[in-house]
């Protein structure tokens, strides 16, 4: 696809957090409240792998936007750059993945391999002693995790419309 030919940015993360900023301001001017807003920083779309690193790393900064922070990394292409197996192989480096975007502040997790997903998140935070906040879901069940957060009303305060930190990424 032509997106991923020659993505540039000038700033990754701050670019997706502007335009994740954006389209949250634009949504509210439309009417929508931010309760019923997810966002998602589009791993893999139109980035390398190391945008896509780079914005793996920011996901504390993408989760204080104000409204649950959707993250898909399952089976992507990046994977295979990182560790070099086929997509039949990739379910570790997914497990992985995951749980490090849960512990990052991901309110939602898309994957292919929910039932491994879901134990390896729900494990990591029996572990951490922290109470499972994560919605762990498959493409098919993404619409109605998505619904239920807007039901539960899952977003805080936002640091979007003006309020968002400078200065390095925490």
């Not at 920083?41 to 649950?68: C, I, M, S, W, Y």
């Not at 494990?123 to 109605?144: C, F, H, P, Y």
């Not at 640091?159 to 390095?168: A, F, K, L, N, V």
Request: glycine share 10%.
């Amino acid at each position: 696809s032509t997106m991923q030919q020659a993505p540039h940015y000038a700033d990754v993360v701050a670019d997706v957090e502007n335009f994740l900023c954006s389209r949250i301001a634009a949504c509210e001017a439309a009417g929508i409240a931010r309760q019923r807003l997810v966002v998602d920083p589009g791993f893999g779309f139109g980035k390398t792998l190391e945008h896509n690193l780079q914005l793996l790393d920011a996901l504390p900064r993408l989760a204080g936007l104000g409204v649950p922070l959707l993250v898909g990394l399952s089976r992507k292409s990046m994977i295979q750059q990182l560790v070099g197996r086929p997509m039949a192989q990739r379910l570790p480096a997914s497990l992985g993945l995951a749980v490090l975007a849960a512990e990052r502040g991901a309110a939602i997790i898309r994957t292919h391999d929910v039932a491994a997903t879901a134990d390896a998140v729900a494990k990591i935070e029996l572990i951490s002693g922290s109470a499972s906040k994560v919605d762990v879901r498959g493409q098919t069940q993404l619409v109605n995790v998505v619904l239920k957060q807007v039901q539960k009303g899952a977003s805080s305060p936002g640091t979007c419309g003006g309020m968002r930190p400078s200065g390095p990424l925490p």
